[in-house]
């Protein structure tokens, strides 16, 4: 069976950092884009960072972008988000999904794999 277990979540003043990791289990998914995506209470899951099979490319959200940096180290299966300069606009569940294809795509619907979710909040 296959799993993304994200960890690294909980609770941060405004102006602080995190650090979230996502460590699939069941397979290696050394060939896939991996991304993160979060979800706010009563808003839609939003796309927040992605980064290519190779960890060459990277992409984000305007929202996050000089911010958070997605990165990934392959001989560990591991995907982390390093959040800096957290807002209290980042509160939210931190998703980690694996991609159908290693290129960098922002749509839900490329992604197979998806973990159960880690919470952030960030207080004013």
């Known amino acids: 069976q296959v799993q993304l277990v994200e960890s690294g979540g909980g609770l941060v003043q405004a102006g602080g950092s995190l650090r979230l990791s996502c460590a699939p289990s069941?397979?290696?998914?050394?060939?896939?884009?991996m991304g993160w995506f979060r979800q706010a209470p009563g808003k839609e899951q939003d796309f927040v960072a992605v980064?290519?099979?190779?960890?060459?490319?990277?992409y984000y959200a305007d929202s996050v972008k000089g911010r958070f940096t997605i990165s990934r180290d392959n001989a560990k299966n591991t995907v982390y988000l390093q959040m800096n300069s957290l807002k209290p606009e980042d509160t939210a569940v931190y998703y980690c999904?694996?991609?159908?294809?290693?290129?960098?795509?922002?749509?839900?619907?490329?992604?197979?794999?998806w973990g159960q979710g880690t919470q952030v909040t960030v207080s004013s």
């Open positions: 980064i290519s099979w190779s960890g060459g490319s990277t």
């Open positions: 069941g397979r290696t998914f050394s060939s896939s884009a």
């Open positions: 999904a694996a991609g159908r294809y290693g290129a960098l795509t922002t749509r839900v619907n490329d992604y197979d794999y």
